[in-house]
């Protein structure tokens, strides 16, 4: 990307009013590290929260209004360049988890749009189809709008991709796409709800045909959790719990410690609704043992203990199913493991009330 003669000057006053020259150059600024760092993410996500006050609708409005000036005067090579930088910007903003969340993607949606006139399907099919699957992604999250129509945006964005991005032209990104094209059919809200579980059960099982466990190990182990949780709404938790066995094959305690936490604690609450109290411990048990992996790798008393809160629920539902099963000895193991006064008061009582911890299934990836 060019260097362009605007300055910032990276200490502005607070107290002093933004001006659309401050905006601009922060703009510009942003866009020429994304152009020459974009492999050190930490430094544009420093930028981008030394900046917090800039991400807003006058930001948004800035960049559609330099981006649309811009092509008009550069030549087609640059415009192509900078165009590639700001659908990269806009991939990595939907992913920045300061700020204000909502107008985060409403950037990463205006970035997309305004190189259209650039990345266009003729002369970019590449390019034009990875815009497409980052903007589905950005509508299947999206705050603002309607959910209902934002995904069926996402969709339209993801079979729009999924004209370029061919099993045999790119098998890969056809793979990636079609996982996203089952999370969006997943939480589809217009039409007809099992039609729409169907279709993303048929989406992640195309992706299946090129993420296989000894090609791709983590996109495979994913989209079986993906499916376990399509199974699980349609009743099926003997089919649920098979995927999210597969997913734990590579989902470790010691590789993949948050991956292994969801997916243990989705196998044992599928497992603990019907009452399958092996499966149950099953999946607890390792879920437990992702928590304490997690803990031990951190370096703070207080993080330690948003590691363990954030999993309490897992230890309480550990001790009941002991309870249940009368092992009382090993339930009060994982009281004294969980560290946790309320889960003592409850185990004095011998009923730890499974609803107050619920039994929701979470996170796609």
Same mark, same amino acid.
């Given at each position: 990307?060019?260097?362009?003669?605007?300055?910032?000057?990276?200490?502005?006053?607070?107290?002093?009013?933004?001006?659309?020259?401050?905006?601009?150059?922060?703009?510009?600024?942003?866009?020429?590290?994304?152009?020459?760092?974009?492999?050190?993410?930490?430094?544009?996500?420093?930028?981008?929260?030394?900046?917090?006050?800039?991400?807003?609708?006058?930001?948004?409005?800035?960049?559609?209004?330099?981006?649309?000036?811009?092509?008009?005067?550069?030549?087609?090579?640059?415009?192509?360049?900078?165009?590639?930088?700001?659908?990269?910007?806009?991939?990595?903003?939907?992913?920045?988890?300061?700020?204000?969340?909502?107008?985060?993607?409403?950037?990463?949606?205006?970035?997309?749009?305004?190189?259209?006139?650039?990345?266009?399907?003729?002369? /970019? =099919? +590449?390019? #034009? !189809?990875?815009? @497409? &699957?980052?903007?589905?992604?950005? %509508?299947?999250? $999206?705050?603002? *709008?309607?959910?209902?129509?934002?995904?069926?945006?996402?969709?339209?964005?993801?079979?729009?991709?999924?004209?370029?991005?061919?099993?045999?032209? /790119? =098998? +890969?990104? #056809? !793979?990636?796409? @079609? &996982?996203?094209?089952?999370?969006? %059919?997943?939480? $589809?809200?217009? *039409?007809?709800?099992?039609?729409?579980?169907?279709?993303?059960?048929?989406?992640?099982?195309?992706?299946?045909?090129?993420?296989?466990?000894?090609? /791709?190990?983590?996109? #495979? !182990?994913?989209?079986? &959790?993906?499916?376990?949780?399509? %199974?699980?709404? $349609?009743?099926?938790?003997?089919?649920?719990?098979?995927?999210?066995?597969?997913?734990?094959?590579?989902?470790?305690?010691?590789?993949?410690?948050?991956?292994?936490?969801?997916?243990?604690?989705?196998?044992?609450?599928?497992?603990?609704?019907?009452?399958?109290?092996?499966?149950?411990?099953?999946?607890?048990?390792?879920?437990?043992?992702?928590?304490?992996?997690?803990?031990?790798?951190?370096?703070?008393?207080?993080?330690?203990?948003?590691?363990?809160?954030?999993?309490?629920?897992?230890?309480?539902?550990?001790?009941?199913?002991?309870?249940?099963?009368?092992?009382?000895?090993?339930?009060?193991?994982?009281?004294?493991?969980?560290?946790?006064?309320?889960?003592?008061?409850?185990?004095?009582?011998?009923?730890?009330?499974?609803?107050?911890?619920?039994?929701?299934?979470?996170?796609?990836?």
């Amino acid at each position: 990307m060019s260097e362009l003669n605007l300055t910032g000057d990276e200490n502005n006053n607070a107290c002093m009013p933004l001006t659309p020259q401050d905006y601009l150059d922060f703009l510009v600024s942003i866009l020429q590290l994304t152009a020459d760092d974009n492999r050190d993410l930490q430094k544009v996500y420093s930028l981008l929260q030394e900046n917090l006050t800039k991400l807003d609708e006058t930001f948004i409005n800035i960049l559609r209004y330099w981006a649309t000036s811009t092509w008009s005067g550069v030549q087609a090579e640059e415009a192509l360049i900078i165009a590639a930088v700001i659908v990269n910007f806009s991939n990595l903003i939907r992913s920045f988890p300061y700020g204000n969340i909502a107008t985060n993607l409403e950037i990463a949606i205006a970035g997309c749009e305004v190189v259209a006139p650039i990345l266009t399907r003729e002369a /970019f =099919p +590449e390019f #034009w !189809a990875t815009t @497409q &699957n980052i903007l589905g992604a950005v %509508y299947r999250i $999206r705050i603002a *709008g309607d959910r209902a129509l934002n995904l069926e945006q996402a969709i339209s964005c993801y079979q729009n991709a999924l004209q370029v991005r061919t099993q045999t032209d /790119f =098998p +890969e990104n #056809w !793979a990636e796409t @079609q &996982n996203n094209l089952g999370n969006a %059919y997943s939480e $589809r809200i217009s *039409g007809i709800r099992e039609e729409n579980l169907d279709l993303a059960i048929s989406a992640y099982q195309a992706a299946l045909q090129v993420h296989t466990r000894e090609a /791709f190990s983590q996109e #495979w !182990a994913k989209t079986h &959790n993906n499916l376990a949780l399509v %199974y699980r709404e $349609r009743g099926q938790s003997f089919e649920a719990i098979t995927h999210l066995r597969s997913a734990l094959e590579v989902y470790t305690p010691t590789t993949f410690p948050i991956e292994c936490l969801v997916c243990g604690r989705n196998l044992g609450n599928i497992a603990y609704t019907i009452k399958d109290w092996d499966k149950a411990i099953e999946g607890y048990s390792v879920a437990i043992a992702a928590v304490e992996q997690s803990r031990s790798w951190v370096n703070t008393d207080k993080r330690r203990q948003e590691v363990l809160g954030a999993a309490i629920d897992v230890y309480a539902k550990m001790v009941q199913i002991r309870i249940n099963t009368a092992q009382c000895d090993r339930a009060l193991e994982y009281v004294e493991r969980s560290k946790t006064r309320n889960l003592v008061e409850l185990l004095v009582n011998k009923n730890l009330y499974p609803s107050r911890f619920g039994t929701k299934l979470i996170r796609k990836f």
